[in-house]
């Protein structure tokens, strides 16, 4: 047991020192494979920011013209993933602050709803129904929530951070995360509550 969790943390580091290795030489083929790898996930996250999917889009392309542009500041100290909704998310807030000086949840607030997308693509018909009218009502129940809640909700339970890197990410506290958290999901729950009554 103790010999497989030993690879398996070798493998990952040897995984992201290969990753920041090739980022610092410009690697095209890697560079395609990280987008294969992330795109999907990073546009939902961009999505959750703006809730506006062209702005989301744009964003999604100044992300990869970033990473490309300075792939030599990722260390592999973190996952890959943490680094790149780092950017995408510095990346969100100076667009946000350029376009109007007020806050991140403040301009979230007047964009249009996005709602999320489901996240398996082949289900079956009634199944597709089941999940776009469950993610419509998650979204919506998310949308209503201050951003820093969405955003921590959203990078805990869809894209699959953990607490630690969720505070490298957003550049909070652990305790602040945690808190987030759990305030994001007892708000999420009351509204999930209030829309089946």
């Given at each position: 047991?103790i010999a ?5 943390v ?10 920041a ?10 560079l ?9 996930r ?14 989301a ?7 990869w ?30 667009y946000l ?5 007020v806050?991140l ?13 489901p ?6 018909a009634?199944?597709?129904?089941a ?9 919506s129940a ?13 990078l ?12 490298t ?7 602040t ?21």
């Amino acid at each position: 047991m103790i010999a497989a969790l030993h690879y398996f943390v070798m493998s990952m580091e040897s995984e992201t020192s290969a990753i920041a290795h090739g980022l610092r030489r410009r690697d095209p083929d890697l560079l395609d494979h990280l987008i294969e790898q992330y795109q999907h996930r990073l546009l939902r996250y961009l999505i959750c920011l703006t809730r506006n999917r062209d702005l989301a889009e744009d964003l999604f392309q100044e992300t990869w013209i970033r990473v490309l542009e300075r792939g030599s500041q990722y260390d592999g100290k973190h996952e890959f993933s943490t680094w790149l909704y780092a950017v995408a998310r510095n990346l969100t807030i100076d667009y946000l602050r350029r376009k109007a000086p007020v806050s991140l949840d403040g301009l979230m607030d007047d964009e249009e709803h996005v709602p999320l997308e489901p996240a398996d693509p082949r289900p079956l018909a009634w199944e597709v129904m089941a999940q776009h009218e469950q993610a419509e009502r998650i979204g919506s129940a998310l949308g209503g929530m201050p951003a820093e809640y969405r955003e921590t909700v959203v990078l805990r339970f869809q894209e699959g951070l953990p607490l630690e890197e969720i505070a490298t990410v957003t550049g909070a506290r652990l305790g602040t995360v945690k808190s987030r958290l759990y305030r994001g999901l007892n708000m999420l729950m009351d509204r999930l509550g209030r829309g089946q009554a």
